[in-house]
């Protein structure tokens, strides 16, 4: 299974920026979908999830009602669009996918390369 994740760059506080990530290797509709990030000096958490059907999501308070996680089965494909974005939100951030819906990074079996976002003040 790979994961590529792309579309991370620098934009300012209030903007705007939506991350992808190209799952290949398996039945991508069977896994539950997640994004994490990890600030420098900070512990890897949590952000939003998915499952397969993308019929449910959870989001991590700090991001509820700015970030909406969607995935398109026939693209093998999630997505983070990300809006209102706080300097706070700056980290590298981390799609991964596995077989059940946690919040628990070690919950994952896979993870992608990670795609930076700088958000400045």
């Known amino acids: 299974v790979q994961l590529q994740a792309s579309g991370g760059g620098l934009v300012q506080a209030g903007g705007s920026v939506s991350l992808s990530c190209a799952a290949s290797g398996r039945t991508f509709s069977l896994y539950v979908m997640a994004w994490f990030r990890q600030a420098p000096g900070k512990e890897r958490e949590f952000v939003a999830r998915i499952t397969g059907s993308g019929g449910s999501t959870v989001y991590a308070d700090s991001v509820k009602g700015r970030f909406t996680i969607s995935r398109d089965n026939a693209k093998n494909t999630v997505y983070l669009q990300m809006n209102s974005l706080k300097p706070e939100d700056t980290a590298v951030y981390y799609c991964?996918?596995?077989?059940?819906?946690?919040?628990?990074?070690?919950?994952?079996?896979?993870w992608g390369q990670g795609t930076q976002v700088t958000v400045s003040s």
């Open positions: 991964a996918e596995g077989p059940t819906s946690s919040g628990r990074g070690n919950s994952y079996l896979y």
